[in-house]
Structures are given as C-alpha cells and as structure tokens.
C-alpha cells in the first residue's frame, strides 16, 4: 500500500514550464539575436566557472 504526499514543488514541471518559455522566446529571434541573448545570459550568471 502506498501513502502519497502532497508535492509542494513539482520539478519536472517546472523544468518543462521553463523549456517551453525560452522555446517561444528564441522561435521570434533570429540565430544572431540568440546568440547574442546566451551571450548575455551567461554573462549576467551568478554561477561562475572555477577558474
């Protein structure tokens, strides 16, 4: 017999939500613009390589 508890934060959820997001977001771009837009993103990270 199961017990099921109640999930507060659904990640696979929440990693589709994103997915389908950044997917419309780069449809409307062209491939400069999207490089340019990883380019920004990777910048403005607060995870940064250990180097």
Do not use: C, G, H
């Not at 199961?2 to 062209?30: G, H, Y």
Request: glycine letters at 0%.
């Amino acid at each position: 017999m199961e017990t099921k508890t109640e999930k507060k934060f659904d990640a696979v959820r929440f990693a589709r939500e994103q997915k389908d997001k950044l997917s419309a977001e780069l449809a409307k771009m062209t491939k400069e613009e999207i490089v340019a837009y990883f380019n920004k993103v990777r910048s403005e990270s607060r995870i940064k390589p250990n180097t």
